[in-house]
Every structure is written in C-alpha cells, then in structure tokens.
C-alpha cells in the first residue's frame, strides 16, 4: 500500500496527494469548486541562478514576474481582467537578491497564473526599464524567484447553485454534516481540521484501513498492528513536559519524573543487548523476596549463611584460609564485607554482587599506609554511601575513633547509624578525621 501525506503548507491543504485551497470567500475542492481568479500570496526562493549584479540599493532594482515580463515584451496575450503584481526587494546581500515583498497582489486568471509560475521572475537596474515605450529585454535578467499562487473568488463548478449535499461553506471552513470541519485559515492563519461532535476524530488512509484516532480527552490513539513514530529525516524526536512520563504497557509502568529520576515497575530491571542486567543481581530498584546474611567463619575459612524468612538457612563457605567475616553491609545492589586478612595484621573491605559469589578487594582499604594496618569495626549502608569506620597502627601504636549506636530504618530493614565526630589523640601530635568508603 502506497503511503500518501497529510501536509500542510501555507493556505493549502494536501490530503493523499489532493490539494484543498484556501480562496478569499471559499474553499477550493476539486470536483466541487473552482477558482474564479487567484493573487500572489508571497515569494519564494526557486531554482536557478540568482545574481549577483544589483548593487546595495534595493530600491533601484525593479522587479517583474514572468507573466509581466512575457505580457510587456508582447510574446504572450494577458486575460481581459489581468492585473499586475508589484513586487519590491527588501534585502540585497553583496548584490544578490535575498528577499521580495508583495506590494501589490494582482489579479490572474487561471492562463494569467500558468504563465506567472511558467518560469522565474525578473530583475533590473536601469531606471526607466518599466517605462520605455518599447520594452527592451535586454535591460532584464532572471532571477531565482517565483510568486506563490493563492486562490481569490471561488464558486461551485456548474454555477453558483450546485448541489454540494450535507457540505456548507463559511468564509475560510468547509463543514460536512454540521460536525466535521475543514479551516483552511483561522484567525491566527492556521489550518484547523477537527470535529464538533462527541465522537472522536478519526484519519484514516485507504477509507479506514488504517485509522489514527483523536479522542475527546486530547489522546492519540494509533492504529492496530506494530504501530510508530518516525522522524522522516531520521532527526531526533523529543517527547518533553514540565511533569512526569510516562510510559506504560501490561509490564508495568515507567516513569520520568521531573527531578530526574526513572521509576521502574515493582521487580523491573534495565539489560543491555545481550540480557544481562546493568542494575546488578536482582534486577530492579525494588523487590519482594527478603534476604538475611550472617557473616563469620568456617573449619574452611570466611562463610556466610543467607536466609530469604529469617529462620531456614544455607551456608556459602568461600573457603578463604584462615580469614573470618567480622560485618556484613548491604547497598547499590551490592554485599559488602568486612574481612580479617589471612596471615597478616589488619582487615580489609571486601564486596560482591551475589551471596553465592566469591568478594573482591576494594583496592586501598586493607592499610591506611605504607606498615600501618587497619582495623574495621563497623559497616554500613547510610545515605548512598556505605560508610566504614575503625582504627589503624602507626609505629606499633593503635588510634582508634569512637562509635555512637542509633538505629535508622531504611530500604526495608533496620541499620545502625554510625555517629562520628573529629577527636584530636594527641598521638605525635596529629590529629585523625572520619574515614569514608564508598564504592
């Protein structure tokens, strides 16, 4: 099935190839009504050359269209009620025409208009090229513009009295059965089409094969099958509001609020190309399931156990050597942990996506410095951050924080809130600060 447009240019409506114009008492139909006679609506730029031989004064160059150039020069005849357009330059740019002003709009009939739009206007610098009595086309040279047409007076074909059914013209708007409307041109020159009616309004290709409905309650409603929405130059599209969007189907709904964040359905996720989600283990923002761990130590070394009720539990030994789980923090779609290190004084902070996958070193948390150990005491997940604290060894001294216990519930469960505060020690005379880790 071939595709048609709906386009809109200016005074003139194109449906499926049809052209629906604009007069100054009616609409043009074709088949319905014809116009009478037309005038020049504006100018546009056209093919060809455009010189650049004018000069900087624009009210030296005079302008023709080609129906007056051919009608003066005496190669063609004018209709009996022909009238000349007056055209003037408004913009010269180093001697090339950039923009023509209508002054006056003429009267053509439909020959009239033929030869106007036959071929490009005409320009000239010689001062009495209008008013010699015999034109010389030699004073004339061609440039790259021609006038827009727009219809004037319009009647029925067949005479004024023609039967156009339930149709009713009114100024600018054809009305069809007292509900639906065509205005080609409103009072802020826009062409309107739409329904007065309760129904909706419907456009459809192909008398209903295809229908895109405008309901009553400002919605779009695009047809069945795999319906979209293209950019026929393959630009950006943007969807924008000052509120939120939102985007729904039987899944669930997203929703762009206005601050900035993306809202997922209850258990949805984000996955790249190949299905693996970028959100991490458990897919979405929320979830339903319940998840318990206790950290400690095994015959094998460092173990958890994981529990989804709080009373049957599994047991994940990660087999470390001789290394213990002190804390367990869990944040950001990740499990974090605190682990005494194997051999050597000290812990360090350990993490992972998953229970049943083994942790990975956060890289820098396992000394404070070159032979000064540390010692992590509490974890936790506060303020999107996971926030450490404990103390380290200088020269085979330990200096330590204080910690202060409240509870705080957040994301579903109850965490300890760590209270900090700067304690100068008066160890060598330097002083220590809250100790951050976000990963």
Do not use: C
């Not at 005074?11 to 139909?29: E, F, P, R, Y």
């Not at 997922?264 to 929320?286: A, M």
């Not at 095994?298 to 001789?322: C, E, H, K, V």
């Not at 996971?386 to 519930?409: D, E, K």
Request: proline fraction near 4%.
């Amino acid at each position: 099935m071939a595709i048609k447009p709906f386009e809109i240019q200016s005074s003139t409506l194109t449906i499926g190839g049809v052209d629906l114009q604009a007069g100054t008492t009616s609409v043009v139909i074709p088949g319905v009504t014809q116009a009478v006679n037309y005038f020049v609506e504006e100018v546009d730029e056209a093919d060809g050359v455009n010189p650049d031989t004018f000069g900087s004064d624009t009210e030296a160059v005079l302008l023709l269209d080609n129906a007056a150039y051919l009608f003066r020069s005496g190669a063609e005849t004018p209709s009996g009620s022909y009238s000349e357009a007056g055209y003037s330059v408004q913009e010269l740019d180093d001697g090339a025409i950039e923009e023509i002003y209508v002054e006056v709009a003429g009267v053509f009939t439909s020959a009239d208009k033929a030869f106007a739009e036959a071929g490009n206007m005409w320009a000239s610098t010689v001062a009495d090229a209008k008013t010699k009595p015999v034109f010389d086309a030699n004073d004339w040279t061609q440039i790259a513009f021609r006038p827009r047409m727009r219809a004037g007076e319009v009647e029925t074909i067949g005479g004024g009295n023609a039967n156009t059914g339930n149709v009713v013209f009114e100024d600018n708007t054809l009305y069809v059965g007292g509900t639906g409307f065509l205005n080609l041109e409103n009072d802020d020159g826009q062409a309107v089409i739409g329904t007065n009616g309760p129904d909706p309004l419907l456009v459809s290709i192909n008398e209903g094969d295809v229908v895109w409905t405008f309901s009553q309650d400002g919605r779009l409603y695009l047809p069945g099958g795999e319906p979209s929405i293209y950019s026929s130059d393959n630009a950006d599209i943007t969807l924008s509001t000052p509120g939120t969007i939102t985007l729904n189907n039987t899944g669930g709904t997203w929703d762009f609020n206005s601050n900035g964040d993306l809202i997922l359905p209850e258990g949805g996720d984000i996955k790249d190309s190949d299905g693996n989600s970028v959100l991490g283990s458990g897919g979405g923002s929320t979830t339903t399931t319940d998840l318990w761990i206790a950290g400690g130590e095994s015959p094998g070394g460092a173990a958890i156990r994981t529990s989804t009720n709080g009373t049957a539990w599994t047991t994940q030994d990660y087999l470390m050597g001789s290394q213990y789980i002190k804390r367990v923090a869990i944040g950001a779609n990740k499990i974090v942990y605190l682990i005494n290190l194997d051999g050597q004084p000290g812990d360090a902070i350990y993490y992972t996506v998953a229970p049943e996958n083994g942790p990975a070193l956060a890289v820098g948390t396992d000394s404070y410095g070159e032979g000064a150990p540390v010692y992590w005491e509490e974890i936790n997940y506060l303020g999107n951050k996971f926030v450490a604290v404990g103390s380290y060894a200088s020269n085979g001294n330990t200096v330590s924080t204080t910690v202060t216990g409240l509870s705080l519930a957040g994301g579903g469960r109850t965490y300890p809130r760590i209270g900090l505060s700067n304690i100068d020690y008066n160890f060598d005379g330097a002083s220590i600060t809250n100790w951050f880790y976000k990963h």
